[in-house]
C-alpha cells in the first residue's frame, strides 16, 4: 500500500524550503522556492520564460532527486535516481516492506516494514543524501501505512495485525503513543491542520476519527464494509474513505476540538462501482475519483456536493490512481493488465492507455512532474513514463512509446519521491 501517493509520495525540499535553481533548455531561470513536491514559483517562471514545465530540465550541479520502491518480497528498497533516470541502488531493510513515505521537512525516507507472518513490524529510516540505512523504528503488527503532518515531526502508522496506530516522533526516532482503532486498520491520514486523523478499519468495516493533539478516538462511523483507503480535503474540512467490502464511499465532515468545538458529522454513503479500493484527490480538492476494481470502472465524484458524476470503464481491476498536478489528467493502474490509462478530467472521457510492465499498480509523479513512475508489481519492475502533451501522445498510440522500464526487486508495491539540494 502507498501513502500517495502518498501518490501519497511527497517529493520534499532540504532542512529548510530549498531554492531550486534548475536551468532549462530554454535559458537560464532565477532561483524558485519548492517545497511539498511542487514549485510553484518555479513553474509560473517557465511559463513567462516559454519554456514547458514537461520537458526535461537541466538539473544544477547540487540537484539531487531519487524515488524509492519497496519490494515486499525481497526485503529491500530499490532506489531509483530521477535526475538520470537510472538505477542507483538497493537497500536492505526490514522484512515484508509495504509503504513508504519522504519527509517533508528532513533529508529522509520512512519505510513500513509489515515484518514476519504473526510477528512485529518497524519502520526503517534511511538518510536520502547518502541512501543509506540510519535507524529502526519498533512499531507493532503488520503495520500497512504511514502518513507524515505537515511539518515532518510526526509520523502515523496503521498496524492491522495490534488494531492500533502508532506515533512517532521522528527527530527522536522513537514511538511515543499507541491509540486503539477499530479492527484491522488499513490505511490513516492526517489532515493538514493536523487536527484530524482519519482511519479506515478494514476488518472492523468502520472509520475511526482521531485527535491528533489530545491522542484520543474522537469518533467512530460504522457501516463502511471493507474500509480501505481514506482521502482529506486540502481544507481538512472533510474525509472520504472507500468501502472495498461494498460498493460506497462514506463523506465525513471533519469537526475540531479546542475553544469553539465541532463534532464529526457523517454526511452521506455514496453508492459507487463494485470493490473501491483507491481514491484518488484533484490537487484542488474538487473532486475525488474512485477505482472501483470489481467493476474495472473509475467513479468521479463532487467533494462539495457529493453527488456522484457517473462510471467509467478504465480497464482490468484499476486499483490506483493518480491526477497531474494541474488538474487536467488522471492516471489509472490496471492491476490485472500492462496498461495505465489516462482520464481526461475536462472532457469526462478515457483518453487511451499507456503500456507498462505487468501488474501496474503503484504511483508517483518526479518532483516537477515530468515524469511518472509505474510500480509494476507481477513483473518486478518500474515504468518510466514522460508526461509532456507530445511524448504522452506518443505512449498512448504505440505500445513502443514507454519511455523506459528500471528493474526492481520482487513483489515490488508502492514509491515515494524525495528531491532536495545538497550543501
Known amino acids: 500500500m502507498n501513502a500517495e501517493p502518498s501518490l501519497r509520495g511527497r517529493a520534499p525540499a532540504t532542512e529548510a524550503p530549498a531554492k531550486l535553481a534548475l536551468q532549462q533548455s530554454c535559458g537560464r531561470t532565477p532561483a524558485a522556492r519548492f517545497a511539498g513536491g511542487a514549485a510553484p514559483g518555479l513553474l509560473a517562471l517557465l511559463a513567462l520564460s516559454g519554456c514547458r514545465q514537461h520537458d526535461f530540465p537541466q538539473y544544477a550541479p547540487n540537484y539531487r532527486e531519487y524515488a524509492y520502491v519497496t519490494n515486499g518480497e525481497s526485503g529491500t528498497v ?243 490512481g493518480l491526477v497531474s498536478r494541474d488538474n487536467s489528467l488522471l492516471y489509472v493502474s490496471n492491476f490485472r493488465s500492462q496498461e495505465v490509462a489516462v482520464y481526461a478530467i475536462d472532457d469526462g472521457r478515457r483518453s487511451g492507455s499507456i503500456h507498462v510492465g505487468d501488474g501496474p499498480s503503484a504511483m508517483a509523479f518526479s518532483a516537477l512532474g515530468n515524469l511518472l513512475f509505474v510500480v509494476d508489481a507481477r513483473s518486478g519492475d518500474v515504468a518510466v513514463v514522460r508526461t509532456s502533451t507530445s511524448a504522452l501522445r506518443t505512449a498512448i498510440s504505440s505500445p513502443s512509446g514507454l519511455f523506459t522500464l528500471l528493474s526492481a526487486g520482487r513483489g515490488p508495491n508502492a514509491i515515494a519521491v524525495k528531491a532536495f539540494l545538497t550543501q
Open 78 to 320: 530499490t532506489v531509483l535516481d530521477v535526475v538520470n533516470v537510472r538505477i542507483d541502488r538497493e537497500i536492505a531493510v526490514g522484512p515484508n516492506p509495504d509503504a513508504v513515505a519522504a519527509s517533508p521537512s528532513r533529508n529522509e525516507v520512512y519505510v513500513v516494514n509489515s515484518g514476519p507472518a504473526g510477528g512485529q513490524g518497524s519502520v526503517t529510516v534511511i538518510n536520502a543524501q547518502n541512501n543509506s540505512v540510519v535507524a529502526t523504528i519498533p512499531v507493532h503488527r503488520e503495520p500497512v501505512s504511514i502518513d507524515l503532518d505537515a511539518d515532518g515531526d510526526r509520523a502515523y502508522v496503521a498496524n492491522s495485525g495490534s488494531n492500533t496506530i502508532s506515533v512517532l516522533d521522528l527527530k527522536s526516532r522513537r514511538e511515543v503513543a499507541v491509540i486503539g482503532t477499530g479492527e484491522e486498520p488499513a490505511a490513516a491520514r492526517i489532515s493538514a491542520d493536523g487536527k484530524s486523523l482519519v482511519v479506515a478499519n478494514r476488518h472492523g468495516n468502520s472509520v475511526t476519527i482521531i485527535d491528533p493533539m489530545a491522542r484520543r478516538v474522537r469518533a467512530v462511523f460504522e457501516g463502511c464494509p471493507g474500509a480501505a483507503d481514506a482521502v482529506i480535503l486540502p481544507d481538512s474540512s472533510k474525509a472520504f474513505v472507500a468501502c472495498a467490502g461494498g460498493h460506497q464511499v462514506m463523506a465525513i465532515a471533519l469537526g475540531h476540538s479546542g475553544a469553539a468545538p465541532l463534532p464529526d458529522r457523517l454526511e452521506t454513503l455514496m453508492d459507487v462501482g463494485r470493490g473501491p479500493v483507491n481514491l484518488a484527490l484533484k490537487p484542488d480538492g474538487g473532486e475525488v475519483f474512485v477505482c472501483n476494481s470489481l467493476s474495472d470502472s473509475v467513479s468521479e465524484v463532487s467533494t462539495p456536493t457529493n453527488d456522484v458524476g457517473g462510471a467509467t470503464l478504465m480497464g482490468a481491476d484499476p486499483t490506483h
